[in-house]
T-cell receptor, first 109, second 113 residues
Framework: SQQGEEDPQALSIQEGENATMNCSYKTSINNLQWYRQNSGRGLVHLILIRSNEREKHSGRLRVTLDTSKKSSSLLITASRAADTASYFCASNTGNQFYFGTGTSLTVIP | NAGVTQTPKFQVLKTGQSMTLQCAQDMNHNSMYWYRQDPGMGLRLIYYSASEGTTDKGEVPNGYNVSRLNKREFSLRLESAAPSQTSVYFC????????????FGPGTRLTVL
C-alpha cells in the first residue's frame, strides 16, 4: 500500500493553543496537500506545498516538508473550537493521490 | 456553482445487488476521482479519470467499474455488491492532474448487507 501515515491519531487541545500533526509518505512526490474533514462531510483542501518548497504559510496554517525524510507537518496556530475536525495529508504523484490515515483534532472551548 | 455533487447520499444493498453512484462537477475540471473511506484507513483511490475519455485503476479497483460519461460526469458501478464494499464513497475533481487541490463531493454512505 502507498498509503501514508499520520500522527498522532488523535489530538485534544485547549482553544488558543497550537496544534501540530505529522505525516509520512512513501513515494517521491510532485506536491503534498493537507485537507480537513468535518464529521459526516467531504474533504476540504487547505494548503499545498510543492516538492521544491520547504515551508509554506496560509493564515493560521504553517506546513513544512522534508523530502529527504518523506515527511510533512501541519501547524495550526491559535486554535479555535471550529478547527475541530479530522486532518489528512495527501501525497501527489501526478495523477494519483495517496492519503494518510488522518489526525482527529478536538479543540476544547 | 454547485461544485461536486453526488447521488445518492445513502444506500442499502443486499449482497449481489448492483448499483451506480453518480458524480458531477461544474468547475470544468479535467480530472475526476472515486475514493472509498473506511474507519482508520483514510481515503483510498478506486479509479480516476485524468481527462474525458480515459480511466485508470487506483489502489483498490477490484469489484468496481467506472464510466467517464463526459467532462462533467464520472460514475462508479458495483456489479455485484459484497459486504466488504460497505464504506463511504467520495467523488473528487481537480483542474490540473494533481497540480491543484481536489474538490470533494459530500459522499455516499453505502451499506451492503
Amino acid at each position: 500500500s502507498q498509503q501514508g501515515e499520520e500522527d498522532p491519531q488523535a489530538l485534544s487541545i485547549q482553544e488558543g493553543e497550537n496544534a501540530t500533526m505529522n505525516c509520512s509518505y512513501k513515494t517521491s512526490i510532485n506536491n503534498l496537500q493537507w485537507y480537513r474533514q468535518n464529521s459526516g462531510r467531504g474533504l476540504v483542501h487547505l494548503i499545498l506545498i510543492r516538492s521544491n518548497e520547504r515551508e509554506k504559510h496560509s493564515g493560521r496554517l504553517r506546513v513544512t516538508l522534508d523530502t529527504s525524510k518523506k515527511s510533512s507537518s501541519l501547524l495550526i496556530t491559535a486554535s479555535r473550537a471550529a478547527d475541530t475536525a479530522s486532518y489528512f495529508c495527501a501525497s501527489n504523484t501526478g495523477n494519483q493521490f495517496y492519503f494518510g490515515t488522518g489526525t482527529s483534532l478536538t479543540v476544547i472551548p | 456553482n454547485a461544485g461536486v455533487t453526488q447521488t445518492p447520499k445513502f444506500q442499502v444493498l443486499k449482497t449481489g445487488q448492483s448499483m451506480t453512484l453518480q458524480c458531477a462537477q461544474d468547475m470544468n475540471h479535467n480530472s475526476m476521482y472515486w475514493y472509498r473511506q473506511d474507519p482508520g484507513m483514510g481515503l483510498r483511490l478506486i479509479y480516476y479519470s485524468a481527462s474525458e475519455g480515459t480511466t485508470d485503476k487506483g489502489e483498490v479497483p477490484n469489484g468496481y467499474n467506472v464510466s467517464r460519461l463526459n467532462k462533467r460526469e464520472f460514475s462508479l458501478r458495483l456489479e455485484s455488491a459484497a459486504p466488504s464494499q460497505t464504506s463511504v464513497y467520495f467523488c473528487a475533481s481537480s483542474g490540473l492532474a494533481g497540480g491543484l487541490g481536489q474538490f470533494f463531493g459530500p459522499g455516499t454512505r453505502l451499506t451492503v448487507l
